[in-house]
């Protein structure tokens, strides 16, 4: 119910976005958040983002540098990646919570993000 889009191989310094759009029928009743899992590593949160866009947040290796936006009307949630590092190399998934609930049920497939040195 959630595809991302974007990810690519890229040299350090340059930017990305990524585009995650989520089958849901009320996409505002639903916080979101990035996630990233690098290889041989666990899941990590990167940043999340609250029904209505007013209030993100961010892990602090991605402060300053990354930006999450969403636009409701087409049920899509970004990524916007600057000034990205090698460390930044790893799988992207967005992921849906009901803003009631703590735990998110809906997960991308992932989109492999590749930061050259």
């Known amino acids: 119910q959630a595809v991302e889009s974007g990810g690519r191989l890229v040299q350090a310094g340059g930017s990305l976005r990524l585009s995650c759009v989520v089958s849901v029928r009320t996409f505002s009743d639903y916080d979101m958040a990035w996630f990233r899992q690098a290889p041989g590593k666990e899941r990590d949160f990167v940043g999340g983002?609250?029904?209505?866009?007013?209030?993100?947040s961010y892990t602090d290796s991605v402060k300053g540098r990354f930006t999450i936006s969403r636009d409701n009307a087409e049920n899509t949630v970004y990524l916007q990646m600057n000034s990205l590092k090698p460390e930044d190399t790893a799988v992207y998934y967005c992921?849906?919570?009901?803003?009631?609930?703590?735990?998110?049920?809906?997960w991308g497939q992932g989109t492999q993000v590749t930061v050259s040195s």
């Open positions: 992921a849906a919570r009901v803003r009631t609930k703590k735990e998110y049920e809906y």
């Open positions: 983002i609250n029904w209505s866009g007013e209030e993100a």
